[in-house]
C-alpha cells in the first residue's frame, strides 16, 4: 500500500471504506457522533484493520515469519511517519494526522501492536489473567485511544473506557470461536474449558459448552457494567455514541443466546432492524 500518493482526506474516506467494509458494528456506531471527529475515529479503525489483516489475511501461503515481519515494517513505518509528522502511506497518513491532533499516547500503539504480533505465536491461554494481558494491547488500549477523540468531562473514565473495550473484543470472541478455530486459535481460557468439560474443537453445542457459554456471557456483562459507568462521564454526544455501540456489541451477546449457544452452525449476527432502532434511540430527542 505503501508509494501511492494520496491526499489527507482521500486517506481518510480509506479508513472510512475499511471500516464500512469490515467493522459495520462499529462504523455505524460513528454516525452518532459529530461529523467533525467522525473521520479520526475511522482512522483508528483503519490502523487496528491494516494490522489485523497482517496477521490474518496478508495472502494465504504467506508464513508466520513473513507476517511477523511485514508487522515489524508496518509498526517501523508508523512510528516513522508519527515522529517525521507526516506519511504517505493511504492509511497511515490520516492516522498520523488523528494521533497527533488529539495527542494520542504512543505506548498505545506499541501495546496494541505486541498483542497483535502474540497471534503468531500463542494459540491459547490458560487462565483469564493471561488472556487479560493479550487484551490489554487488543482492546483495553482501543478504549484508550478513544478517550481524547470522545473529550471526557471526568477522568475516571479512563478504567471504564478500557472495560467498554475489552467488553467488546470478548463479546467478538464469543460469536467468531468457529472463525479461530479454523486458524488454530482458540480464546477462551482453557481453565474454564476444563471447568466445563466442554470441546470447541467438536463443534457442537453441547449441554457443557453451553454452560461454558453461559458463564462467558456472565463475564462478559460484568465488563460492560463497568463501561455503563464511564458514558456519563463524557459529553452528550460522544455518550450518545458510546450507548449506540455498547448496545450493538451487546446484541452479540443476546444474539447467542438465541442460538442457544450454538456458534458454530452459523455466525450469529445483529438483524438490521435492530442497528436501525438502536440508532432511533440513540438519535431522538
Not at 509528522?85 to 492509511?91: E, L, Y
Not at 472495560?163 to 470478548?170: E, P, R, S, T, Y
Amino acid at each position: 500500500m505503501v508509494g501511492v500518493q494520496v491526499t489527507l482526506e482521500e486517506s481518510y474516506a480509506r479508513c472510512r471504506e475499511l471500516n464500512r467494509r469490515f467493522g459495520t458494528t462499529y462504523y455505524r456506531s460513528t454516525f452518532l457522533l459529530p461529523a467533525v471527529k467522525r473521520h479520526h475515529v475511522h482512522a483508528l479503525y483503519g490502523f487496528c484493520r491494516y494490522a489485523d489483516d497482517i496477521v490474518d489475511d496478508l495472502g494465504s501461503t504467506a508464513s508466520p515469519e513473513a507476517r511477523s515481519a511485514a508487522l515489524d515494517d508496518f509498526g517501523k513505518r508508523f512510528f516513522e511517519d508519527l515522529e517525521r509528522g507526516q506519511s504517505q502511506d493511504p492509511v497511515l497518513k490520516a492516522v498520523v494526522h488523528t494521533v497527533r491532533a488529539f495527542d494520542i499516547g504512543t505506548d498505545c500503539f506499541v501495546r496494541f501492536l505486541v498483542s497483535m504480533a502474540m497471534d503468531f505465536s500463542v494459540d491459547t491461554y490458560e487462565t483469564f489473567d493471561d488472556l487479560m494481558k493479550y487484551m490489554d494491547g487488543s482492546a483495553a488500549v482501543i478504549g484508550e485511544m478513544m478517550l481524547p477523540i470522545l473529550e471526557p468531562l471526568d477522568p475516571a473514565a479512563f478504567g471504564h473506557a478500557r472495560d467498554l473495550g475489552i467488553a467488546f473484543q470478548l463479546s467478538n470472541f464469543l460469536r467468531d470461536i468457529d472463525e479461530d478455530l479454523t486458524r488454530g486459535r482458540v480464546y477462551i481460557p482453557q481453565e474454564d474449558i476444563r471447568r466445563f468439560g466442554a470441546d470447541p474443537w467438536s463443534r457442537r453445542a453441547t449441554p457443557e459448552w453451553c454452560r461454558l457459554m453461559a458463564f462467558e456471557i456472565d463475564r462478559t456483562r460484568q465488563f460492560y457494567r463497568s463501561g455503563d459507568l464511564g458514558v456519563p462521564m463524557l459529553p452528550p454526544l460522544s455518550a450518545r455514541c458510546i450507548r449506540g455501540a455498547r448496545a450493538l456489541y451487546s446484541g452479540i451477546l443476546d444474539q447467542i443466546e438465541a442460538a442457544n449457544y450454538d456458534v458454530f452452525a452459523k455466525r450469529v449476527r445483529v438483524p438490521g432492524w435492530r442497528k436501525l432502532a438502536v440508532a432511533y434511540r440513540m438519535v431522538r430527542p
